[in-house]
């Protein structure tokens, strides 16, 4: 059985190949392999955000009490995400690959960052402090990564 960082640290390189699509389908100069690669790998973002969201930070706020602690970190980070991500379809959108180019950088940085923070921190406290509902929890996480 996965940990609750296996998994969802699995899941953050699965988007990270997405993204990376996304790019090499933009420097090709095939807009409808970009756009239908950018709704992938939005969809898996937002899957992703959703999930911890409604299952994994509640349970953890539950059991810890920290409710203005990394989960509110996380929670504000996912929200400027959500924003360049929608920012960045738009210009794929538009076909606009130099300002698609500002966003996926921004995107790129943030996620990056946004990602050693779960996995080095809120993960491995997650799964220390939901060792006991780690079977179930995974689970539901499973579940909701995959739509």
Not at 13 to 25: G, P, S
Not at 105 to 125: A, C, R, S
Request: with cysteine; proline share 2%; aromatic share 6%.
């Amino acid at each position: 059985m996965d940990t609750i960082r296996e998994l969802l640290g699995d899941h953050h390189r699965r988007c990270d190949e997405l993204f990376a699509a996304v790019e090499q389908a933009i420097e090709a100069g095939a807009w409808d392999r970009a756009a239908d690669g950018f709704a992938r790998f939005e969809k898996a973002m937002q899957h992703h955000f959703n999930v911890e969201e409604s299952v994994l930070f509640p349970a953890f706020e539950a059991r810890t009490g920290m409710t203005m602690g990394p989960t509110a970190v996380m929670r504000s980070e996912h929200a400027q995400i959500r924003e360049l991500l929608e920012a960045a379809g738009e210009a794929i959108a538009a076909h606009d690959a130099d300002e698609y180019s500002g966003y996926a950088e921004t995107l790129h940085i943030m996620t990056q960052q946004h990602n050693m923070k779960e996995e080095n921190v809120l993960y491995p406290m997650c799964d220390q402090h939901l060792a006991a509902q780690s079977s179930a929890l995974v689970m539901q996480l499973r579940d909701g990564i995959a739509g």
